[in-house]
């Protein structure tokens, strides 16, 4: 049975559902944060854990979260999640909670389902599950920051298996002329999507677009053409 921290827990959480919102489920540090930063860029937030003081630190900063057990379905339709378009499950301490969590969201016909794995066992379970989505937040992390330690990168997130963008200082070969006259898709396999002068905000870049020394670029490409891009100097 969940517990609501005040009356009518349960129609606040339908209006949460109604207004397109998400709802997170497991609030360690991983919920936690990807609950806070959805709240930052605008997005409702109904937040679901079981232990109590994970609750009462979120309280007032969440639009409602609530101490409940997400592996009894009763809990999680008092709470409306079944009306929620967008749930994740970030549940990591506990695999068994997880799968069995997962497993109740699925045959309430949630349309996109996220879920946390702690390992590839628990995400090749999910995925025989049917989660539509399953994430690996440790390992991404950790192959995030081996493509910044070992370049010169200044961030590097992989869009796709093989592909990839990294921000990296505009090297001096493709500087003080436009774009288009580089030959820089042709030589290097990437595009530059953005680009950035000093402390100035962020612009869209295009063929007429001409860099100068210390300016900062988003490069698209394939994994391995990006990196040694961004190792130019």
């Not at 809990?75 to 109740?104: K, P």
């Amino acid at each position: 049975m969940a517990r609501f921290p005040h009356f009518g827990a349960p129609d606040r959480a339908r209006r949460i559902a109604e207004a397109g919102s998400v709802a997170v489920i497991g609030l360690g540090r991983f919920g936690r944060a990807l609950a806070l930063e959805l709240m930052a860029g605008g997005t409702e937030v109904l937040g679901i854990d079981r232990d109590e003081d994970l609750v009462q630190s979120l309280n007032g900063e969440l639009t409602q979260v609530v101490r409940a057990d997400s592996t009894k379905r009763e809990a999680l339709e008092q709470l409306a999640v079944d009306e929620f378009d967008r749930v994740v499950v970030a549940i990591g301490d506990d695999i068994s909670a997880s799968i069995l969590t997962c497993s109740v969201l699925l045959s309430m016909g949630i349309p996109a389902l996220w879920a946390k794995a702690v390992d590839d066992q628990h995400g090749l379970i999910l995925e025989q599950l049917g989660v539509h989505k399953v994430i690996y937040p440790e390992k991404d992390m950790g192959r995030r920051v081996a493509h910044l330690v070992r370049g010169a990168a200044l961030d590097f997130i992989e869009i796709a298996p093989g592909y990839a963008m990294v921000k990296a200082p505009a090297p001096s070969s493709v500087q003080d002329r436009a774009l288009g006259e580089t030959g820089l898709r042709r030589a290097h396999g990437v595009t530059v999507a953005a680009f950035q002068h000093g402390e100035n905000a962020w612009d869209n870049a295009d063929a007429t677009t001409v860099l100068r020394a210390g300016d900062t670029i988003l490069v698209v490409g394939k994994t391995r053409d990006a990196e040694a891009f961004a190792q130019l100097l």
